[in-house]
């Protein structure tokens, strides 16, 4: 599949983020160059994420009383988070990947996340794009 210009929005109004094909006039944050699978499959990360976030919220706020359930939901949200930029960061023009770096945000967001039964990851695309995200064409 051909690759091309994505611009993508994270906190992007009432959602977490977002993954747009045209440039137009709004504010983005990172540009990625992708097949439109991995569009999908960033865009369906999105989506799992607010899904997290929502639960989170729920959670913590209506039971209260089940504090295991509310952290696990924010562990599974700061590992969705973390996969987001992971895969934005794979998919990312030199400027962007110049950007993440110098956020540190990856690297931050890997010691909030110790690794256990409920983790993501990049190979978590690997079975909606086909294959490995490889670094071609950027």
Do not use: W
């Not at 959670?59 to 696990?72: G, I, L, Y």
């Not at 023009?93 to 990049?122: F, H, N, V, W």
């Amino acid at each position: 599949m051909e690759r091309k210009s994505y611009y993508v929005t994270i906190q992007g109004g009432t959602s977490n983020g977002e993954v747009r094909g045209v440039k137009g006039n709004s504010s983005y944050d990172f540009e990625i160059m992708a097949t439109e699978d991995e569009a999908s499959a960033l865009k369906e990360l999105f989506n799992e994420a607010d899904h997290s976030d929502k639960l989170g919220y729920m959670h913590a706020h209506f039971f209260s009383n089940v504090r295991d359930t509310a952290d696990k939901d924010h562990q599974q949200y700061d590992r969705l988070l973390c996969t987001v930029y992971e895969t934005i960061y794979e998919l990312g023009t030199a400027q962007t990947r110049s950007d993440i770096d110098e956020m540190e945000i990856i690297p931050r967001l890997k010691e909030e996340r110790p690794d256990s039964e409920y983790s993501t990851g990049p190979t978590m695309l690997q079975g909606k794009t086909g294959g490995q995200l490889n670094n071609d064409n950027r």
